[in-house]
């Protein structure tokens, strides 16, 4: 069986910008963020921690590194998803985020989850 497969955590993001959270007016603007990560591989496996990268219309970048996900640790046997939502903060109207959940898979295997880059946006406002 190929290696790929047997360890292929999908993830997906959806995200919605919090206009009574954020204050332009000091440069903050807040997003909400969806995530749904799923176990599309033959090995059950556990998010053990997670890596962000994030970074806004200047190019300032902060890195996120923490265990887990919400205070939580998800077990995801093959089939199965998690979804969680979380939040950033940004000193520009559109940033991006991008990064990486360490997995440990049932065999002891660690390997790395892509979170592909995602941009976070205010919508435009009309006048």
Known sequence: MAESKKYDIQVNVRTVYIPEQSDPG???????YTVTIANEGTASAQLISRHWVITDAENQVQEVRGLGVVGE??????GESFEYTSGT????PV???????QMVAEDGRKFEAEIPEF?????????
């Open 89 to 92: 903060s940004l000193g520009t």
């Open 73 to 78: 640790q998800p077990f995801l046997r093959p």
């Open 26 to 32: 000091s440069d903050r603007y807040v997003f909400a």
């Open 95 to 101: 940033g991006t985020m991008r990064g990486s959940y």
């Open 119 to 127: 941009t976070l946006s205010m919508p435009r406002v009309l006048h």
